[in-house]
């Protein structure tokens, strides 16, 4: 917490840009750029290397108003406890043509009273190092007038929950397995840059314009832990959350996002949640009753994790034959992949790397280009992502009298390790 | 004797609507209760598909009102529900019977010829759908052919699904293309309907002004301005309707080149190239490589630690990332500039503190 105690600390991020020369993190072992082609028929925009105005002063009041310059505020799209989020762009320059953006404020001394809250600390810093065309972009970040913080964020205009939701659209298994080829590229990347995301749910995986699927939300990501170092169990909102941390394992890995973006592929393809759980109990019972009770026998180990308990239901680990009832549309290669995402073992689950390269992929219907792929036009839209960028990490309403219970739910997040 | 005629043509039109309604033969009896239209004349024929033996609507309620039973025809021993029971379409039994036969058949059987790779093909596979109707219809080898097309749905679920989506869309397209074309029927008519009354209006002014130019003083003045005036109004609106005749035009092609990209959209997901994992990434290490097992004695007790290996955790992903980040900036200079550019975007990434340390927690 030795950052966030610092009152500097705002100042000192809001001019992360100052470090230019910190490269993108996971650009690192060889890679290539991003397909700056790509790029530029999605409408990404990069952080400019080249501003017109950039003088050799590298004052950090300076470069922060400079920064601060580049963007404009157009409307509000929406206000939580934790942040407020506008619809803003970038200024038109010489060279390039205006940018919508999103300009997510957090708001300082609101939970946190000496600092900024974790969740902007996290988000800052993970997406300041991630550039992946399926990873929403962080364009800038600088302070405001009263030492707010600013994130400018690439501005994307539906989520995949909303796309779930609408009952107008039907959904081919081309559409669900381009968004989960997407979703898994940008978790891939994440994971290869050594980010446990934490916290994947339909309406985080943001759509662009042009039907390009991007990770969002990055307010409970963290890096891979070290031998020995405990993480926290409490994370991943509960309809998604894998059983070990249920069972409050405090030593896991990469494995959770998988069994999360599993869940999100039976969502896609039965339009509701798969495993709706109203505590964590039940959740839990949901999970053994629909994947079967995890035993030594499926799971060796699992009676020593800290949490467990010995589970009501008695159900025998699924095989192929109940995927295969249950998610027919996905033929025999997309069951296969659906059951190595969401085994209860996490040691047995695929990476996402394994993932991409199951055969579902390469097999027909083939995955629907971004462009052609179903869309939820209008303003409504734009609405709906301004309340699920300022909605807290890890809860999943947005409405009321969930912002009550809310907050009587402790967030039991031990940052302390 | 008015009133007798009166329903005397109300009986003979009552007459002649249930001729139409039985059909061709006028004195039809019930096959089960012998009631016939003689003493019934509401009497209503209902047919199942299981069996199709006709039965008249009060032997259906009387017989499966009380739940599923056998049909009452001597020799059938059909299974009968009530709720499956539905008036005749065709007068022939057999019609209505191929009807059924085929409906069912096409909706597993809904292949098009683009998903054949030559006619040929898809003429056999029509034959063969033809045969499977035909066995159906005839009762040949009813449960060989019943394995044949539980078999056929089998191994084609995935096209099946997808070809009942495409001509949902299809359907949907041309119900849209319709609705559009009737909007711009109706539009067409609004216009000209519009111009018919302007060209009506602007007589009519026309009139009166020619009526008060005569009463001027010098009527011939006057007369030839109000022309005038009125050779000018019909030219502008004539341009006028011009103009909207084109804007109405363009609006009627444009869409209909939508409609057309819509229809082209679905099976023109082919790959355009070989289907690549990571989209272009390349995932070689240029400095160093991996390895399955590090010696370390302090990493001994994570690999045995049944907690730990219960929960998942990888020290395989904790070895990586130690080797990525010792070596991430190799070949990273940071007083060349350019080289951050060229070099920069090829080479591993350079960190001012190693990512683990800068914020505990």
Request: proline residues 5%.
């Amino acid at each position: 917490m030795s950052a966030t105690a610092n009152p500097s600390a705002s100042s000192s991020l809001a001019n992360a840009t100052a470090v230019r020369r910190t490269l993108p993190f996971g650009n690192g072992n060889g890679n290539n750029t991003p397909l700056p082609a790509m790029m530029a028929e999605n409408g990404d925009v990069k952080p400019s290397k080249d501003d017109s105005d950039a003088s050799d002063n590298d004052d950090p009041d300076d470069l922060n108003t400079r920064t601060k310059k580049k963007y404009t505020k157009d409307r509000k799209l929406g206000e939580g406890a934790y942040a407020v989020v506008n619809l803003g762009h970038r200024r038109a320059t010489a060279t390039e043509a205006a940018v919508p953006v999103a300009i997510k404020k957090i708001k300082v001394n609101t939970e946190f009273r000496d600092g900024l809250s974790m969740d902007a600390i996290r988000e800052v810093k993970y997406l300041r190092e991630l550039h992946h065309p399926n990873i929403i972009a962080l364009l800038d970040v600088f302070s405001s007038k009263n030492q707010n913080l600013c994130l400018v964020l690439e501005f994307l205009d539906s989520d995949l929950e909303m796309i779930i939701k609408d009952s107008s659209l039907t959904l081919s298994m081309a559409d669900v397995k381009s968004w989960m080829l997407m979703s898994l590229r940008g978790l891939w990347w994440c994971h290869k840059s050594f980010i446990l995301h934490r916290d994947i749910k339909p309406n985080n995986l943001l759509l662009s314009a042009s039907g390009v699927l991007k990770l969002a939300d990055f307010g409970l990501a963290r890096s891979f832990s070290d031998p020995y170092r405990p993480m926290t169990s409490n994370v991943i909102t509960r309809w998604y959350r894998p059983p070990e941390l249920f069972y409050g394992a405090k030593f896991y890995s990469s494995a959770v996002d998988i069994f999360s973006l599993g869940l999100v592929f039976c969502e896609l393809m039965l339009r509701t949640p798969f495993l709706p759980g109203n505590t964590d109990l039940h959740q839990l019972e949901l999970i053994c009753q629909a994947l079967g009770t995890p035993t030594e026998e499926n799971w060796p180990g699992v009676t020593s994790l800290p949490g467990y308990h010995e589970a009501g239901v008695h159900v025998k680990e699924r095989g192929t034959d109940f995927f295969m009832n249950t998610f027919i549309a996905a033929g025999e290669s997309g069951v296969e992949l659906l059951m190595k995402m969401i085994r209860l073992d996490p040691r047995r689950r695929c990476s996402a790397r394994e993932a991409l390269n199951a055969n579902w992929f390469s097999q027909e219907p083939y995955p629907t280009q971004p462009v052609n792929l179903p869309k939820k036009g209008g303003g409504k839209g734009i609405e709906k992502v301004g309340s699920d960028l300022k909605r807290k990490a890890g809860e999943l309403f947005n409405t009321p009298d969930d912002a009550g219970r809310g907050k009587k739910l402790a967030r039991k997040l031990d940052f302390g390790g | 004797m008015p009133s007798l005629t009166a329903s005397n043509a109300a009986a003979i039109a009552r007459a002649r609507e249930n001729a139409v309604n039985r059909g061709s033969d006028a004195d039809e009896i019930c096959p089960v209760c012998k009631s016939s239209r003689y003493l019934n004349p509401n009497m209503r024929f209902l047919v199942n598909p299981e069996c199709y033996h006709k039965m008249c609507e009060s032997c259906v309620d009387r017989l499966f009102s009380q739940g599923p039973s056998q049909c009452p025809v001597v020799g059938c021993d059909k299974i009968l529900r009530k709720q499956r029971f539905r008036k005749q379409t065709f007068e022939d039994i057999q019609v209505e019977k191929e009807v059924d036969v085929r409906k069912r058949i096409a909706k597993t059987f809904n292949k098009r010829q683009e998903d054949f790779p030559s006619l040929k093909e898809f003429n056999d596979y029509l034959e063969e759908v033809e045969t499977v109707t035909f066995n159906l219809l005839n009762s040949i080898d009813i449960s060989a052919t019943e394995a044949k097309i539980t078999a056929f749905e089998q191994s084609n679920k995935s096209s099946i699904l997808q070809n009942i989506a495409k001509n949902a869309q299809e359907q949907q397209l041309a119900q849209a293309q319709r609705e559009f074309e009737r909007e711009q029927h109706r539009r067409a008519k609004e216009f000209e309907d519009q111009i018919e009354a302007e060209e009506k209006r602007d007589k009519a002014e026309h009139k009166a002004n020619l009526l008060k130019a005569l009463e001027a003083d010098n009527p011939d003045a006057e007369v030839a301005k109000v022309n005038k005036l009125a050779r000018k109004k019909s030219s502008m609106r004539r341009e006028n309707q011009e103009r909207r005749q084109r804007e109405l035009e363009a609006a009627r092609n444009a869409p209909a080149f939508q409609f057309m990209a819509n229809l082209n959209r679905i099976g023109e997901e082919t790959p355009a190239k070989k289907y690549d994992p990571v989209d272009g990434y390349d995932e070689s290490n240029r400095y160093f490589v991996y390895r399955d097992r590090y010696e370390n004695p302090w990493l001994e007790e994570a690999l045995k630690s049944k907690s730990m290996l219960a929960g998942g955790y990888l020290v395989q992903q904790y070895c990586e990332r130690a080797l990525f980040e010792a070596f991430s900036g190799v070949g990273c200079f940071i007083e060349d500039p350019t080289g951050e550019e060229d070099e920069g975007l090829s080479a591993p990434a350079l960190f001012d503190t190693p990512m683990a340390d800068a914020v505990s927690f």
